[in-house]
């Protein structure tokens, strides 16, 4: 893209009205910048989601472990899904971090992303610890397995792609709950 197609986007879409799915493919070229900022809204951390989603779902296909990336991979994904409620709240005013305490899946997301960047949760209620503690291969590829405990003694095991499949869809349900559209 040049300075002169850059230009007609610009025009086309004014300059504080970005369409950040059209900026995300763009050629560069070196006489050409982009703003980023444009795409800091809560449809690119939906997208960012959707992607560590993949990422997740191409290690379970592989056929060689490497623990590190692995575990960085799930953390991640559940990491920037955590943080989706925030980016959705703070743009459209809707509950979306009170409602991602209500499902269950949510609330493991929000305890594997917290244990992830806390190490140990240790403030009040009745806070989930969520860890990826066990990966494995079988026919099918690698998997991984997250177990959580909370302050109450109960505790379980549950596949990290299934748990983030299960997040994925929750949002997708407060989205047509809220009349919210991800793909603008």
């Known amino acids: 893209m040049n300075c002169q197609a850059a230009q007609e986007v610009l025009n086309e879409y004014g300059s504080t009205t970005w369409n950040a799915a059209r900026w995300a493919k763009i050629q560069l070229s070196a006489d050409v910048s982009v703003p980023v900022v444009a795409q800091r809204t809560w449809q690119r951390k939906w997208r960012d989601v959707q992607h560590d989603r993949k990422s997740v779902a191409d290690a379970y296909q592989g056929n060689q472990l490497d623990v ?60 989930i610890t969520a860890v990826v503690v066990k990966l494995f291969g079988d026919q099918s590829g690698i998997h991984a397995d997250i177990a959580w405990t909370d302050t109450l003694g109960r505790s379980g095991t549950n596949d990290a792609l299934q748990l983030a499949d299960q997040c994925i869809a929750e949002w997708e349900t407060f989205f047509q709950r809220e009349s919210l559209n991800p793909n603008s």
Do not use: M, Y
Request: neutral net charge; glycine residues 4%.
């Open 68 to 127: 590190n990336d692995f575990t960085r991979r799930i953390e991640r994904f559940f990491k920037t899904c955590h943080e989706l409620g925030d980016w959705i709240e703070e743009e459209t005013g809707l509950p979306a971090k009170a409602f991602a305490k209500t499902p269950p899946a949510l609330e493991l997301c929000d305890a594997v992303a917290q244990t992830a960047k806390h190490h140990t949760r240790r403030q009040s209620g009745n806070p």
